[in-house]
């Protein structure tokens, strides 16, 4: 039978109406995020308040620690390696995961990312603004959380966005560069890893609404309508907790706090990122100052504990973390020092004496490096984390170096980088954290000659 035109038209209009709506590829301004409330770290379980807060407490097997959530975290910001097709590719499968399993997360990209891969998912994601200084304040009161997904060096691009911080959100890194000594997890563990420090420490009174348990009295985050998908946060997370007793494993991997002055003593200021902060600036790795390109070594005043120990003629000095330990400092003849150990290395770069070696020394010693008078450069270059600062330091101008203070007074953890490893507390743990398998694995260590890798 011949069916009229009017009426396939109107059937067509009625399909209209019903049609699926527009997929939300588009990019939102961070600063529409709930704000962070910085993390507390300390060693015992504290009242949970309806804000975000993290606890931290010693293992039994080992010296890392246990993360606690007392709440789920929000906003989490995601870091790649670039101009690599394959880690680009697992970031939009990661992001995709987070957004079906866990709607009440908000994905945070840097500005480049987010215009990357924005096409390629069906929800909204927030970056920052292009200027440095304004990004790391938004980025320093929105972030939760924090996951890498390359090498180390993306690790220490991360960490970099914090670096005038003075706490840190936790880091889940995913190794997919080119040694990823400081990263644990395989990126095929993605889904396991994140549950993992999602749920850490989440309780099943904390996910009634899916259990049938007890309903969480605690508030929920937002109360602006755009961020409420329904069941949020754990509640809307199905199948097993793991239990108040259980936690991601944290390592809290020290930093140096770095400051500049003049020849007068005054501190340097300028503004929020590393090549012109308005204050101290907290290394991952190492802070190095180095002759550049002036053909002439530099001769550096060097004082420890507020004592002058030498005068160093060398192509530059390096202060290293026990993390950085591994790093430049290795590559100049620098010992290795555990992640655990609260110290900081002192390296000399190409000394002109054989009998400079370098020195190991408690983390919270302060050193100083000052520019000698006798210098034939006027002027040295200064690099933290491998990003140079936008001017040198000149002759009678002072580099300030002390680890960073990782516990209060009050015995709280507060500052560091809290590194997320492998495993939770409460289940079977033999206490290793990776580190000695990362020495023989990735760096080789006294690997014999002429045997095949």
């Given at each position: 039978m011949?069916v009229p035109?009017?009426k396939i038209i109107s059937?067509?209009s ?21 704000d962070q ?10 009242p ?11 293992t ?16 989490i ?7 690599v ?10 992001a995709?995961h ?26 909204p ?14 980025l ?8 890498t997904?390359?090498?180390?060096g993306?690790?220490?691009?991360a960490s ?27 990126f ?13 420490g989440?309780?099943v009174?904390?996910?009634?609404t899916?259990?049938?348990?007890k309903?969480?009295?605690?508030k929920?985050?937002e ?8 069941l ?5 997370i ?27 003593g005054?501190r340097i ?6 090549e ?5 600036v ?13 053909p ?19 192509d ?17 003849g ?13 390296t ?21 490096l000052?520019?000698s ?7 040295v270059?200064?690099?933290?984390d ?8 000149g ?7 002390q680890?960073?203070?990782?516990r ?19 289940a079977?743990a033999?206490g ?22």
């Amino acid at each position: 039978m011949k069916v009229p035109r009017r009426k396939i038209i109107s059937a067509l209009s009625w399909r209209r109406q019903f049609s699926a709506t527009a997929l939300r590829r588009e990019i939102r301004d961070i600063g529409c995020l709930p704000d962070q409330i910085h993390p507390r770290y300390q060693g015992k379980l504290m009242p949970l308040f309806p804000l975000v807060l993290l606890t931290v407490t010693e293992t039994r097997n080992n010296d890392l620690l246990s993360l606690q959530w007392p709440a789920p975290p929000r906003n989490i910001l995601l870091v790649k390696k670039n101009h690599v097709a394959a880690v680009t590719t697992s970031l939009v499968d990661f992001a995709n995961h987070i957004h079906s399993t866990y709607p009440s997360l908000s994905i945070v990209l840097e500005p480049r990312v987010a215009s990357e891969i924005h096409e390629s998912v069906a929800f909204p994601v927030y970056t920052t603004p292009p200027d440095r200084d304004a990004a790391a304040r938004f980025l320093h009161h929105k972030v939760d959380m924090t996951t890498t997904l390359g090498g180390d060096g993306t690790i220490l691009h991360a960490s970099s966005l914090f670096a005038t911080s003075p706490r840190v959100p936790p880091i889940l890194s995913f190794s997919m560069g080119t040694l990823g000594f400081l990263s644990e997890w395989k990126f095929q563990e993605y889904k396991r890893a994140f549950r993992e420090v999602y749920m850490s420490g989440a309780g099943v009174g904390d996910r009634g609404t899916v259990l049938g348990e007890k309903a969480s009295t605690s508030k929920p985050f937002e109360e602006n309508g755009e961020f409420e998908r329904g069941l949020t946060g754990w509640s809307s997370i199905r199948g097993k907790s793991m239990g108040s007793n259980r936690g991601a494993r944290v390592l809290l991997r020290n930093r140096l706090k770095v400051g500049i002055f003049s020849a007068s003593g005054e501190r340097i200021k300028g503004g929020d990122s590393i090549e012109s902060a308005d204050g101290y600036v907290y290394a991952m790795n190492e802070v190095n100052i180095h002759r550049g390109k002036d053909p002439h070594l530099a001769i550096v005043e060097v004082f420890v504990g507020g004592r002058f120990l030498t005068e160093a003629v060398a192509d530059g000095m390096i202060i290293s973390t026990p993390t950085g330990s591994t790093a430049y400092s290795l590559s100049s003849g620098g010992s290795i020092i555990h992640p655990l150990v609260s110290s900081l290395l002192l390296t000399p770069i190409c000394p002109r004496s054989l009998s400079f070696r370098p020195l190991v020394l408690p983390a919270n010693t302060p050193v100083t490096l000052r520019l000698s008078e006798k210098n034939r450069g006027r002027e040295v270059e200064v690099s933290v984390d491998g990003v140079r600062r936008s001017k040198g330091v000149g002759v009678g101008m002072e580099v300030r170096v002390q680890g960073e203070e990782i516990r209060s007074a009050t015995g709280e953890w507060e500052g560091g980088i809290p590194s997320i490893m492998r495993g939770s507390v409460g289940a079977e743990a033999n206490g290793d954290d990776g580190w000695v398998g990362g020495l023989n694995g990735l760096l080789k260590f006294n690997y014999p000659f002429g045997e095949e890798s």
